[in-house]
C-alpha cells in the first residue's frame, strides 16, 4: 500500500509541475485534507454506494472553478481506478514533497504543554522573519521541558524552555572555580548567576546523532562546526569534531559512549578542546582531560589553555644556547641537549627509554626546571612505579605526570601529548624552562590510527592516514628556545618512539627522526650485555646540543668520542686474534675503561662538575692502573674524596667557563690521594693483569 501511495504522490507532483501548478495545487491539497479530515462535505467520495459517476459529477459542483487541470486530471483518475481511499495518505504526502520543492522550511516544535493557536501562529511569524521563507510546522510534546518549548528547524534550535536555561547555567557553574566557597557564600553566587543570566533566547546550532559507537559518533548538521571544537550531547559528555565532511561531521567522544543514543542532539560549544593549566598542576597526576586522578583533591587552575596551539614562530625563538643536563654522562658527553630542543629517544622495547627519561627528570632538581612526563598508553602499575620514584627523590615537587592508560580509549590517548604541551607552554610563557617527555609516540600513532580508521579516513603505509607525520610534527615544533622579548622560557621535548628489532628506517620512527634534533638510540644487544645506558654512539646524534655543552665538557668529549669509537672498531678485529702489541692493547685496555666510565645505575644521575672530574680523569690516563670491575668504585670515590676534600672545586668547575689549569692541577691531586691513601685498595698490581676481550 505505501508504493502505491507514492506512485499516485508522485504522479501528482510530476502533473502539477509540468502544468505550472505546484503552487496552487499544494494549497488545494491541504484545503481538500481539511475536508477529508474535518468535515463531511467530501464523506461521498469514500462512500461505496455511490457510484462513479454520482462522485464525479458532486466533485464538480462541491469545488467548481476551484480544481486546476492537473488536480481534476488526476482525482478523476483516482476515481476511475477506485483507488480515492487513498486520497488522505496522498495528499499529506503530496503537501510535503511540494513545500520541499519550493522552499518551505520543515520546523518541529515541541513544548511542555498543547500550544494555543495564537501561539503557534506567533512562532511560525517569529520563524518565518528569521529564515525569510515559509515554515511547515509540526507539533509534539515533551514534559521534560518543565515550560516552555524548543524548536528544531534546519539543524538548529530555538531554546526557549526551562530545562535548557538549568542545563547551560549548571554547566557555566561548573566551570568556574568555587572551592574556596562555604555553602552561604556559593549560595549567594549561584543566584547572582541566576539574576544574570539572560532571559533572551538564540537559535543555536545543533547535529543530531546518525550512528554512535567504539567511541566515534557521526553527526548529521552542524555546517559551522570548527575542526577540534568541542562538542556538547544530550547526555552531558563532550565530544571532539575530527572530520569535517559536506553533511556529516565525525567526532571523538571524550569519555563514555553509552547513554548515547541515534537521534540524540549535539550542540556546539564554541570552544576548542582545552585544559586547565598553573602552578597548582606541579605535583599532580591528571587524565588527558587535566582532571586529578591522584586523589589529592581539585586542581586550582590559573587558567584553560586550548591544547592545539599554534607553535612560536621564528622571529619569537633564539639559538640554543643553553645546557639542559640529562645527569647521564653518555648522554652529556656525547650526545648533548640543550634548553629547547627536541630529542628523540629511541629503541626496542625494555632497552631502558623511560630510564633516561626518568633520570633526566631527577637530575633537573634544583635547577627551576619544570618537568611535564606525558604516559600515553602505559599500565597504571609503571606510571605508579615512576610517580612513587620521583616522590622519593624530590622531583614530584617540580614535576606534573599526565597519564592516559591502556584501558582509556583511543581519543584520550591521541589528546594526551597535546594536553601535556598546553600544561608545559602555560609556564613557558612565564620564562621558566620546561622538559616535557612524551612515553611513547608510537602508541600515540596507534591510537590515532585506530581513530582514524573509525572514521573511515583511507589507510596509506602500515594503515596509518595520511597526516600522521602532520600529527607529531605540531606537538613537537612547539617546543622551543624563546627570545627574551617573548618571556626568555624554554620548551625542551623528549619524545620516545619504540622500534621493532632495531629498525630505525620503520615508518613512525623516520617520521619522528626527521622532525626532531637528533635521537638517542638504544641497542637491545648492548642492553643485554650489560652495558646500561645502552646507547649506541654511532646511531645517536644530537644537532644543536654541542653549542649549549659546558665548554669543559666540549673539550673533553672530543678526544673522547674518537678513542672510543677506534676501541670499538679494534674489538672487532681482536677478538679474531691472539697476538696483539703492547700500543694495540693498550688502546683496548683503555677503551675498556672508557666503556666502563660511561656505564651508569639507574635513578642515580650525575651533576656535571662531577662528569668532568670523572672524564678529566680518564682522558689522562689515571684508570690505566684500576681494575675494570672497580671503575664504578673509583668514581665513587673521586666524588666523595671531592666532596670531603675541596668542597669548593664542583662549584668552581660547573661556573668555570672552561677547565683552567688551575683546577686541572685541584682535580689530579684527588686522584693521588685516592692511590696513595684511603683507597689504595682499589688499584690492581699492573696494567698487564687486566682480563682480556
Known sequence: MAGLVKNYVQALFDLSVKAGELEKNMALAEELSIDLLGKERMHYLRDPDVFVEEKKKR?????????????????????AENKIVLLPDILPEFIRAAKRRLGHVEARVSSAKPLEDEERERIRALLEEKVGKPV?????????????????MKGKVFEASVRSKLDDLREKIGREDYGAYGIEELSTVIKEQIKAYSQESEFEEVG???????????????????????LRFSNGEFGMALNLEESVVGAVILGSDRGIEEGDLVKLTGRMMEVPVGDAMSGRIVNALGQPIDNLGEIVADKHL?????????????????????????????????????????????????????????????????????????????????????REQGAMDYTT?????????????????????SIAEYWMEKGEDV?????????????????????????????????????????????????????????????????????????????????????????????????????????SVSRVGGSAQHPAMQKLAGPLRIEYAQFNELAAFAQFGSDLNPETQAQLNHGERIREVLKQPQYEPLDVSHQIMILHALTQGCMESVGINQIGTFQHALIHMA????????????????????????????????????????????PEEEPGL
Open 306 to 390: 586550548p591544547i592545539e596551539r599554534q607553535a612560536p614562530t621564528v622571529i619569537m625563538r633564539r639559538e640554543v644556547n643553553r645546557s639542559l643536563e640529562t645527569g647521564l654522562k653518555t648522554i652529556d658527553a656525547l650526545v648533548p641537549i640543550g634548553k629547547g630542543q627536541r630529542e628523540l629517544i629511541v629503541g626496542d622495547r625494555q632497552t631502558g627509554k623511560t630510564a633516561i627519561a626518568i633520570d633526566t627528570i631527577l637530575n633537573q632538581k634544583g635547577k627551576n626546571v619544570r618537568c611535564v612526563y606525558v604516559a600515553i598508553g602505559q599500565k597504571s602499575s609503571t606510571v605508579a612505579r615512576i610517580q612513587s620514584r620521583l
Open 643 to 686: 666532596q670531603k676534600r675541596d668542597r669548593e672545586l664542583t662549584r668552581e668547575i660547573r661556573e668555570a667557563g672552561s677547565l683552567t689549569d688551575d683546577l686541572r692541577r685541584r682535580i689530579d691531586l684527588l686522584v693521588e690521594a685516592l692511590k696513595e691513601e684511603k683507597f689504595s685498595p682499589l688499584l690492581t698490581s699492573s
Open 208 to 230: 543530531v546523532v546518525l550512528t554512535v559507537g567504539d567511541g566515534i559518533a557521526r553527526i548529521y548538521g552542524l555546517d559551522n562546526v570548527m575542526n577540534g571544537e568541542l
Open 435 to 539: 622538559l616535557i617527555v612524551y612515553d611513547d609516540l608510537s602508541k600515540h600513532a596507534v591510537a590515532y590510527r585506530t581513530i582514524s580508521l573509525l572514521l573511515g579516513r583511507p589507510p596509506g603505509r602500515e594503515a596509518y592516514p595520511g597526516d600522521v607525520f602532520f600529527l607529531h610534527s605540531r606537538l613537537l615544533e612547539r617546543a622551543a628556545n624563546m627570545a627574551e622579548r617573548y618571556g626568555g622560557g624554554s620548551l625542551t621535548a623528549l619524545p620516545i618512539v619504540e622500534t621493532q628489532e632495531g629498525d630505525i628506517s620503520a615508518y613512525i620512527p623516520t617520521n619522528v627522526i626527521s622532525i626532531t634534533d637528533g635521537q638517542i638510540f638504544l641497542e637491545a644487544n648492548l642492553f643485554n650485555n650489560g652495558f646500561r645506558p645502552a646507547i649506541n654512539p654511532g646511531l
Open 401 to 421: 605526570i599526565v597519564f592516559s592508560s591502556a584501558s582509556d580509549s583511543s581519543p584520550l590517548q591521541y589528546i594526551a601529548p597535546y594536553a601535556g604541551c
Open 59 to 79: 466533485l464538480e459542483q462541491a469545488y467548481k472553478d476551484k480544481l486546476s487541470d492537473a488536480m481534476r486530471s488526476f482525482l478523476l483518475q483516482l476515481l
Open 136 to 152: 511547515n510546522l509540526s507539533y509534539s510534546i515533551d514534559e521534560n521541558l518543565i515550560a516552555g518549548f524548543y524548536i528544531n
